[in-house]
């Protein structure tokens, strides 16, 4: 449960502070499904079965981006970080 990672006695913790710790598990947790489906597809000799896999590793990163949203409509942090680097060409480190 997400709650069992909180470093703070929940009562402290503001509903906003809660929220954002609800979605940064979320996205921990999807992009962690992504990458077991990841390797289990490249693992895989079954073509239908490694389809399958990768299909489930597209939707955990649908996920994972719908929660990425969220943070950044709900984050002046995550939204300013995300507008320094993200849709960017060159180096990423140059931003």
């Known amino acids: 449960m997400s709650s069992d990672n909180l470093h ?3 009562e402290r913790l ?3 502070t ?3 710790h609800h979605a940064i598990v979320s996205l921990m947790e999807e992009l962690e499904a ?9 693992d895989c000799e079954d073509e239908e079965l490694k ?6 590793m597209e939707e955990e990163v649908e996920h994972a981006a719908m929660v990425l ?3 950044r409509r709900n984050s002046e942090v995550f939204a300013k970080q ?3 680097y993200l849709h960017k ?4 480190v140059d931003h």
């Open 82 to 84: 995300l507008d320094l």
């Open 51 to 56: 389809a399958i896999l990768l299909h489930n």
């Open 8 to 10: 703070a006695p929940r």
């Open 18 to 20: 809660l929220s954002m």
């Open 69 to 71: 949203e969220w943070l």
């Open 34 to 42: 992504a990458d077991w489906y990841q390797q289990r597809a490249d």
């Open 89 to 92: 060409d060159g180096k990423v």
């Open 14 to 16: 503001s509903k906003k």
